[in-house]
C-alpha cells in the first residue's frame, strides 16, 4: 500500500521558518518524482514544488522561489520541504503527492499557518 505521511506544520509568524517531512512507503522511493501541493482555505490546490527522482531536479512555483527549498533523503524515504520568509498568503494545506503509473496518491496534509 502506498502512503505519505506528511508532518511538520504548525503556526508561524510572517517572516518565520518550518520545515515540512513527506515520509513515504510502499513503493520504491528511488524511482519516483516527488511533489508538494497546497489549498488555501476557499482556494483551489496549487503545485508548490517538486523534486525528481533521477538527478534531482527541482522545480518551484514562481509564489515562493527564493524562498522554499525542496530536498530528499533516499536513505529515509523522505522528502522535505524548508519554508523560510513564510508570509500570511503561504497558510495552506500542504500536501505531498507522488505519481505511479496512472495512479495519483496524496498524504494527509499538514496545516500550515503564517500570522501577520
Known amino acids: 500500500e502506498v502512503l505519505l505521511q506528511a508532518s511538520g506544520g504548525g503556526l508561524v509568524q510572517a517572516g518565520g521558518s518550518l520545515r515540512l517531512s513527506c515520509e513515504a512507503s510502499?513503493?520504491?522511493?528511488?524511482?519516483?518524482?516527488i511533489g508538494w501541493f497546497r489549498q488555501a482555505p476557499g482556494k483551489e490546490r496549487e503545485g508548490v514544488s517538486c523534486?525528481?527522482?533521477?538527478?534531482?531536479?527541482?522545480y518551484y512555483a514562481d509564489s515562493v522561489k527564493g524562498r522554499f527549498t525542496i530536498s530528499r533523503d533516499n536513505a529515509k524515504n523522505t522528502v522535505y520541504l524548508q519554508m523560510n520568509s513564510l508570509k500570511p498568503e503561504d497558510t495552506a494545506v500542504y500536501t505531498c503527492?507522488?505519481?505511479?503509473?496512472?495512479?495519483?496518491?496524496w498524504g494527509q496534509g499538514t496545516l500550515v499557518t503564517v500570522s501577520s
Open positions: 503527492n507522488v505519481v505511479i503509473g496512472l495512479n495519483y496518491y
Open positions: 510502499g513503493f520504491t522511493f528511488d524511482d519516483y518524482s
Open positions: 523534486i525528481s527522482s533521477n538527478d534531482g531536479s527541482t
